[in-house]
C-alpha cells in the first residue's frame, strides 16, 4: 500500500534491513523493488547485534569458537529467530567469512532461542543486543563480539566481529523512514531534519543509547547510500544460507 501512495509526504514508510535489503532475495517475487518503489528520507534506530554463546561453551573469544567450529563440524547448533531473519542471516555471514559449519536451528521468534540458549539446548546465537544485554549482565549468556562497525557504551570490553578476528564483517540492524518515489525533494528534507532533530532530546537519545544506537547524522543523501550500500552487502549472503521465506 505504501509504495502505492501518493508521494505528496504524508505516507511515511518504517523500513528495516529486512525490508529493503533482505526480502527483495529471501521472496524472490516481491510486487515491488523497494529500491525503485521508495525514496529513503532519515535513519531512526541503527545498533550491532551481539555474539552469545552458552556460558558452558568452552570459548571466550570468537577466535576460539571458530577453532572450536572447525575442529567439530557441525556439532555446534546456532539459533534464530527464524529462517531468513537478520539474526540468522548475521550468523550466515559468520559461517561464511570464517569458514566454519554450524547448524542453524531456527526458531519462532527470539525469545524461544533464547530460552534455549541459555538452558544449554543450543551453544549460540547472534541477537539483538538490547535483548541479550540484560542475561550477560547477569552472566547467562557469555558475549564474544559485537556486530557494527565500534565497540558500544554497555559492552566496553567486548570487541568487534572485525578486530575478533573475522574481517569485512559487519552486520547493523537498522530501521529508516522511506516515502514513495516522487517525492518531492524539499519534502524529503525537511522530513530528515525534523526526524533528526526529535533525536535529539534527551528522552529519545537515552533510549537509543539503551539499544545500543545513537542519533543519526545523516542527511537524506547519506542515508539513501548506507541503504544501497545494505542492498548490496546482503542479497549474497541470502543465496549462500539457502534461506527461503517461511
Known amino acids: 500500500a505504501a509504495a502505492e501512495a501518493a508521494a505528496d509526504g504524508y505516507t511515511v ?4 534491513v529486512g ?24 535513519m ?14 568452552p570459548a571466550r573469544s570468537v577466535a576460539e569458537l571458530t577453532a572450536l567450529a572447525k575442529r567439530k563440524p557441525g556439532a555446534l547448533n546456532m539459533g534464530s529467530s527464524g529462517s531468513g531473519s537478520s539474526i540468522h542471516l548475521s550468523g550466515e555471514m559468520y559461517k561464511h567469512l570464517a569458514g566454519v559449519d554450524l547448524t542453524h536451528v531456527p ?7 533464547l530460552t534455549d540458549l541459555i538452558g544449554g539446548r543450543i551453544d549460540l546465537m547472534f541477537d539483538n543486543l538490547s535483548t541479550s544485554l540484560p542475561l550477560i549482565k547477569d552472566g547467562r549468556l557469555r558475549p564474544l563480539a559485537v556486530t557494527g562497525p565500534q565497540r558500544v557504551p554497555s559492552l566496553p570490553d567486548v ?16 530501521m529508516g523512514l522511506f516515502v514513495p518515489a516522487g517525492t518531492p525533494a524539499d ?9 533528526r532533530e526529535a533525536q535529539k532530546s534527551p528522552a ?9 544506537a545513537e542519533p543519526s547524522t545523516l542527511d537524506a543523501g547519506e542515508f539513501g547510500a548506507f541503504v544501497a550500500a545494505e542492498t548490496r552487502r546482503w542479497p549474497d549472503v541470502v543465496r549462500a544460507s539457502g534461506a527461503r521465506a517461511e
Request: avoid cysteine.
Open 204 to 212: 529519545v537519545a537515552a533510549r537509543l543509547a539503551e539499544l545500543g
Open 159 to 174: 570487541p568487534t566481529m572485525r578486530e575478533a578476528g573475522v574481517p569485512d564483517y559487519e552486520a547493523i540492524a537498522w
Open 187 to 195: 519534502i524529503v528534507e525537511r522530513l530528515n531534519t525534523a526526524t
Open 107 to 113: 526458531y519462532r521468534g527470539g525469545g524461544p532461542a
Open 19 to 42: 525490508t529493503h535489503a533482505i526480502n527483495p532475495t529471501l521472496y524472490g517475487n516481491l510486487p515491488y523493488d523497494p529500491a525503485k518503489a521508495f525514496t529513503p528520507v532519515a
Open 44 to 57: 531512526v534506530l541503527a545498533g550491532p547485534n551481539v555474539l552469545v554463546v552458552n556460558p558452558d561453551v
Open 13 to 16: 514508510l518504517l523500513g528495516t
